[in-house]
Nanobody
């Protein structure tokens, strides 16, 4: 089970760090990812990270977001800087099949709401 947390209300230009805590070890999970779904839009991959450190970011996230993982803590993080109103969405973590994130292997949890507004 994956539990996302760390969302909230932030002003444009602000930062948030999301955490995804797994109930089991993630050492053998090759790829972990963050996804988001804005109202009226399809869920999309934001960022993914492989065990070896390779990453993939959505174009909208490049240069602003950083994904990382701590296998010892069974946690995946998403550091989000320079937030924009269009980043407003519910953010989820999951286990994509690969770094492209088009297929996921886990179930969707409740996610964490990120609202960027002045």
């Amino acid at each position: 089970q994956l539990q996302a947390s760390g969302g909230g209300l932030v002003q444009p230009g602000g930062s948030l760090r999301l955490s995804c805590a797994a109930s089991r070890s993630i050492r053998r999970i090759d790829v972990m990812g963050w996804f988001r779904q804005a109202p009226g839009k399809q869920r999309e991959l934001v960022a993914a990270i492989a065990n070896g450190g390779s990453t993939n970011y959505a174009d909208s996230a490049k240069g602003r977001f950083t994904i990382s993982r701590d296998n010892a803590k069974n946690t995946v993080y998403l550091q989000m800087n320079s937030l924009k109103p269009e980043d407003t969405a519910v953010y989820y973590c999951n286990k994509p099949l690969d770094l492209r994130g088009t297929v996921v292997l886990g179930s969707w949890g409740q996610g964490t709401q990120v609202t960027v507004s002045s």
